[in-house]
């Protein structure tokens, strides 16, 4: 299940605000119960209406894959090195191996389209 704050990201996206809006007006709770985890908008300052709770829920598919592509770059960003590493494998082993390292880690670490 993607996060809330995902959801909400893109709803803004898809309403043309920008996401650093939310940062300074939208504040979310999370009332834990019996352990259970479940976050929810608290206030809402902008100039667009509140998402409901099913605007939101239509929105999970598309912030799953947000979510996990944000990981995979992660891990895409790891596995490529520094970028002072990676002058240097190229000053060492060449653009064309250095190019292929970086296709396979792609292949190896696919995104969802």
Not at 59 to 87: H, M, P, V
Request: proline share 3%.
């Amino acid at each position: 299940m993607a996060e809330l704050t995902t959801k909400i990201k893109i709803y803004l996206d898809k309403n043309n605000i920008d996401s650093e809006n939310f940062l300074n007006h939208v504040e979310l709770q999370d009332d834990m119960v019996d352990g259970v985890s479940n976050p929810y908008i608290k206030k809402w300052n902008l100039e667009i209406n509140q998402p409901t709770e099913n605007q939101l829920q239509e929105l999970e598919t598309e912030a799953n894959k947000f979510e996990t592509n944000n990981t995979i770059i992660d891990t895409r960003k790891k596995l490529y090195g520094s970028w002072e590493k990676q002058l240097e494998e190229i000053n060492e082993q060449g653009i064309d191996a250095w190019k292929e390292r970086i296709a396979q880690i792609k292949a190896d670490n696919p995104k969802e389209s």
